[in-house]
Every structure is written in structure tokens, then in C-alpha cells.
């Protein structure tokens, strides 16, 4: 059972938007930044969102992060084909002295 | 560009000690932390611990007591090894950068305990 709490799916027709939620605790969403990733079929994970709603470099601006108290989100606008994938919610738990996961979210494109 | 790759048996016993080795390459491992991060099959993300390139690490309590990660800043790779591994360890084992925020992953390499 993993520490932060996500759907385990989502799903939107082609340029529709799609949020995906993220609930957590005081000791890690709550007093940390949220990270999200995708990982793509058969990939290794992919750093999507950093600081709750920093894009790296070479991320779309159809993806947008945001975090309120203990709870984040991730939206895809403008969903396409190449977004179905599994996405994962991430933070720093001060107890654990280390990152948590959320149990991650498939998002299928209708 | 900084690239990471997993290597180590594919193929453990139970019982006996998983040994895994990440090479870093396009980067120094100097002045990063670096992580071990394993997906059981059609699973979630579990972190297992990470290791500052001066040595020190911290480890996920779950793993702790069977969890050993080290450095070679000489050869650019940090390793893991975890002993007394049953079916449950069966996993994708991922080597990554980072210790909070993870920016760089290995493509992963899947470790199957069985006899």
C-alpha cells in the first residue's frame, strides 16, 4: 500500500483535459514539494514536474502541477495519444528521511 | 547527457544476496545523491535507499536491515546489495539520480527470485 494516494485511473477523449490527484500527509506533502512522473509502457520513469510545478526542460506546457496543503494535482490539457501512460506522485516524508510514492494513476486516451 | 545503467544477475535464489551495479556515464557522480527505486511487476514505485557520492546513506526502514548500497567514485558506479531475498523482491530494480527529486533513471533491469 503506498504512502501518498492516487486514482488508478483517468481517462479523456483527444484534446480534453485530465487531472490526476494526490493525497498525502502532513509529513510529506505538507511540509515538502510534490514531484510527479511518466512512465511510458515498458520505460523507466520519467521526471515530468518537480517543485509541485517546475517543468525540466523539453516538457510539454500541456503539463501543470499544483499542491494545496496536503493534496496535489497534475492536469494534462490537450490530452494526445502519446500521454497514455502511468504517471506517479512523489514527496519527501520527513520520517522516512526519504521519498514517498503515490501507487500511480493510468491514464488511457479514449 | 548523463546516462545510468543497471546491471547484475537477472536471476537470484531465494536466500541469497541481489547484487546490483550502476554505472554512470555522460556525468561525474561526485556532488549527487543517487537511488535505488524497485517496481514489482504491474506495481507501484518503492524507494529503497540512496547514497551521497561521500558515502553516507539512508536507507527505506522496511529494507534496512537486509539493504547495503555503496559508492566507487573511481569507476563511477554505486551499488546495491540485498541479502535473504524471497519471491516478494521480485521487481524492475531502477538506479536513479537524486534523492528527493529523481532526473536521470536507468532504463531498470528486472530481478526475478525463484530457484
Known amino acids: 500500500q503506498s504512502v501518498l494516494t492516487q486514482p488508478p485511473s483517468a481517462s479523456g477523449t483527444p484534446g480534453q483535459r485530465v487531472t490526476i490527484s494526490c493525497s498525502g500527509s502532513s509529513s510529506d506533502i505538507g511540509s515538502s514539494t510534490v514531484n510527479w512522473y511518466q512512465q511510458l509502457p515498458g520505460t523507466a520513469p520519467k521526471l515530468l514536474i518537480s517543485s509541485n510545478y517546475q517543468r525540466p526542460s523539453g516538457v510539454p506546457d500541456r503539463f501543470s502541477g499544483s499542491k494545496s496543503g496536503t493534496s496535489a494535482s497534475l492536469a494534462i490539457s490537450g490530452l494526445q495519444s502519446e500521454d497514455e501512460a502511468d504517471y506517479y506522485c512523489?514527496?519527501?516524508?520527513?520520517?522516512?528521511?526519504?521519498?514517498?510514492f503515490g501507487g500511480g494513476t493510468k491514464v488511457t486516451v479514449l | 547527457q548523463v546516462q545510468l545503467q543497471e546491471s547484475g544477475p537477472g536471476l537470484v535464489k531465494p536466500s541469497e544476496t541481489l547484487s546490483l551495479t550502476c554505472t554512470v556515464s555522460?556525468?561525474?557522480?561526485?556532488?549527487?545523491?543517487w537511488s535505488w527505486i524497485r517496481q514489482p511487476p504491474g506495481k507501484g514505485l518503492e524507494w529503497i535507499g540512496y547514497?551521497?557520492?561521500?558515502?553516507?546513506?539512508n536507507y527505506n526502514p522496511s529494507l534496512k536491515s537486509r539493504v547495503i548500497i555503496s559508492v566507487d567514485t573511481s569507476k563511477n558506479q554505486f551499488s546495491l546489495k540485498l541479502r535473504s531475498v524471497t519471491a516478494a523482491d521480485t521487481a524492475v530494480y531502477y538506479c536513479a539520480r537524486g534523492n528527493g527529486v529523481h532526473t536521470y533513471w536507468g532504463p531498470g533491469t528486472l530481478v526475478t527470485v525463484s530457484s
Open positions: 512523489a514527496a519527501w516524508d520527513d520520517a522516512l528521511n526519504g521519498p514517498v
Open positions: 547514497i551521497y557520492y561521500s558515502g553516507s546513506t
Open positions: 555522460g556525468g561525474s557522480i561526485s556532488n549527487y545523491y
